[in-house]
């Protein structure tokens, strides 16, 4: 052997190795595709598990769409409940600390309420500040009683509460405002009165006399209905006009707290200190975050373990993948013994059963999360004809506090819905691929 002939051995392998290498088709190649989709499309007497593919399709569509339903039904339960409290109530209550007056007795009243809460509004962040009059009464009419707490408000100041003044949800004139009150519709649907009839209203603490307290009593109009959304808020409560309310109540030149609407309700933690400096001394706050704050955690806390249990269905549903590939792999060991011997690398065939698993975690994955979207979408619809097929009550506002199941189709919620089903899809198809890839095409062809 010369040197020379040594050299063009060399020279000769590497260029056929070069040559080889040029010829090594890409990774997911089409031929590679052509493959997986012809297992996918086989029959089972030709060695597919198209039934098989069809369960785990199946089963990862409804996965995903109970997942991405579940998600948006929580989303818009906590949107619809947080929306009802901002939208009909302050965003943070300014109350003044016990002292004693003039006679000794004791009382939370502020007499210098105006300033307060001129200053309280000059706060940056602070959209109003309103001084308020609040009493519990009982309400009569056509023979029938509720209770009824009364909140003494201004009209101008009324006005700015989304959720009371909403034309579309309630019914009058409020421009009458001054003339009589404003009823939720479970006190008017209790009384069974409307708008034009006349209520009574009587306090305990009425006229002061020689003998003791009387009860007051006096008539009012109603002027106004309206629907917050929220059952307990529209059973139970009334507004009246502030002038009115401090004379109803004995709080003449007196108000009982101050209402702060804030321009971003979810940071009104940060204005607590500011707002209380501005109110001065013997100003106590309470936000709506530390009025509902045990229930949002709760909610919160239960959301967080609803995705946990959807998301072992979810697994479940991928499970199915991994039966149908092992199925398959077996079904098609001829063929793969075939394919290596043409020349088929490791490689190829990996992906060709990783193509299989995968396609049916993507269209799986993506029915469901057209089916999802479409139940967020239509859900009053769906809503109403579960609620009439079962003959109505399916849903009691008295103990959810709303009046219909919400729900709020967001985007954060639909990615995660897809990424833990594609990713699960991805993951569990990877290992009997790589049973596939590494099966010996000789014991495989052994007994063909």
Same mark, same amino acid.
């Given at each position: 052997?010369?040197?020379?002939?040594?050299?063009?051995?060399? !020279?000769?392998?590497?260029?056929?190795?070069?040559?080889?290498? +040029?010829?090594?088709?890409?990774?997911?190649?089409?031929?590679? =595709?052509?493959?997986? =989709?012809?297992?996918?499309?086989?029959?089972? +007497?030709?060695?597919?598990?198209?039934?098989?593919?069809?369960?785990?399709?199946?089963?990862?569509?409804?996965?995903?769409? +109970?997942?991405?339903?579940?998600?948006? %039904?929580?989303?818009?339960? *906590?949107?619809?409940?947080?929306?009802?409290?901002?939208?009909?109530?302050?965003?943070?209550?300014?109350?003044?600390?016990?002292?004693?007056?003039?006679?000794?007795?004791?009382?939370?009243?502020?007499?210098?309420?105006?300033e307060r809460a001129a200053r309280v509004a000059e706060v940056p962040g602070v959209d109003r500040a309103a001084p308020l009059v609040k009493g519990q009464v009982m309400a009569n009419a056509n023979g029938r009683n509720a209770g009824v707490e009364v909140f003494g408000i201004a009209a101008e100041d009324?006005?700015?509460?989304?959720?009371?003044?909403? $034309?579309?949800?309630?019914?009058?004139?409020?421009? !009458?405002?001054?003339?009589?009150?404003?009823?939720?519709?479970?006190?008017?649907?209790?009384?069974? %009165?409307?708008?034009? @009839?006349?209520?009574?209203?009587?306090?305990?603490?009425?006229?002061?006399?020689?003998?003791?307290?009387? $009860? *007051?009593?006096?008539?009012?109009?109603?002027? =106004?209905?309206?629907?917050?959304? #929220?059952?307990?808020? &529209? *059973?139970?409560?009334?507004?009246?006009?502030?002038?009115? +309310?401090?004379?109803?109540?004995? #709080?003449?030149?007196?108000?009982?707290?101050?209402?702060?609407?804030?321009? @971003? $309700?979810?940071?009104? !933690?940060?204005?607590?200190? $500011?707002?209380?400096?501005?109110?001065?001394?013997?100003?106590?706050?309470w936000t709506w975050q530390d009025a509902s704050g045990g229930f949002l955690r709760a909610l919160e806390v239960e959301d967080n373990v609803m995705f946990v249990i959807l998301s072992v269905l979810v697994l479940i549903a991928t499970m199915n993948i991994v039966s149908g590939l092992i199925m398959l792999v077996k079904n098609k060991g001829r063929d793969i013994g075939i394919l290596r011997t043409m020349g088929l690398t490791e490689g190829s065939v990996l992906r060709v059963f990783f193509i299989c698993g995968?396609?049916?975690?993507?269209?799986?994955?993506?029915?469901?999360?057209?089916?999802?979207?479409?139940?967020?979408?239509?859900?009053? /619809?769906?809503?109403?004809?579960?609620?009439?097929?079962?003959?109505?009550?399916? =849903?009691? /506002?008295?103990?959810?506090?709303?009046?219909?199941?919400?729900?709020?189709?967001?985007?954060? &919620?639909?990615?995660?819905?897809?990424?833990?089903?594609?990713?699960?899809?991805?993951?569990?198809?990877?290992? /009997?691929?790589? #049973?596939?890839? !590494?099966?010996?095409?000789?014991?495989?062809?052994?007994?063909?």
């Open positions: 052997m010369t040197p020379a002939g040594g050299e063009g051995r060399v !020279r000769a392998h590497l260029t056929l190795k070069v040559t080889a290498m +040029a010829r090594t088709p890409p990774p997911f190649a089409a031929f590679e =595709w052509k493959i997986a =989709w012809r297992y996918l499309r086989a029959r089972r +007497a030709e060695g597919g598990v198209s039934t098989m593919t069809w369960i785990s399709l199946i089963g990862i569509t409804l996965a995903v769409f +109970a997942l991405i339903a579940t998600l948006s %039904v929580r989303s818009g339960f *906590r949107a619809e409940f947080v929306d009802t409290i901002l939208g009909a109530n302050a965003h943070a209550s300014v109350y003044a600390s016990a002292r004693e007056d003039e006679f000794g007795r004791v009382v939370r009243t502020f007499p210098d309420y105006a009324l006005a700015g509460i989304r959720r009371i003044v909403d $034309p579309e949800t309630g019914r009058g004139d409020l421009a !009458r405002f001054g003339e009589g009150l404003a009823l939720g519709s479970g006190v008017a649907r209790e009384l069974g %009165v409307e708008v034009g @009839d006349q209520v009574r209203l009587i306090s305990p603490e009425g006229v002061k006399t020689a003998f003791g307290v009387s $009860p *007051r009593v006096k008539a009012y109009e109603v002027v =106004w209905i309206f629907t917050a959304g #929220r059952y307990d808020i &529209d *059973r139970t409560r009334a507004y009246m006009p502030f002038d009115e +309310a401090q004379l109803y109540f004995n #709080r003449e030149g007196v108000a009982d707290e101050l209402e702060v609407m804030v321009s @971003d $309700p979810e940071a009104v !933690r940060g204005l607590a200190q $500011p707002i209380a400096e501005a109110a001065g001394a013997g100003a106590m706050i995968a396609f049916t975690g993507v269209i799986g994955t993506a029915l469901g999360v057209v089916l999802g979207c479409l139940f967020a979408i239509y859900i009053d /619809p769906i809503f109403s004809f579960v609620n009439y097929v079962a003959g109505g009550g399916v =849903w009691d /506002p008295s103990i959810r506090g709303i009046y219909a199941l919400p729900a709020k189709l967001q985007a954060g &919620d639909v990615f995660s819905a897809m990424a833990l089903s594609l990713g699960l899809s991805f993951v569990v198809t990877i290992f /009997p691929a790589r #049973r596939a890839a !590494r099966m010996n095409p000789v014991e495989a062809l052994r007994y063909e």
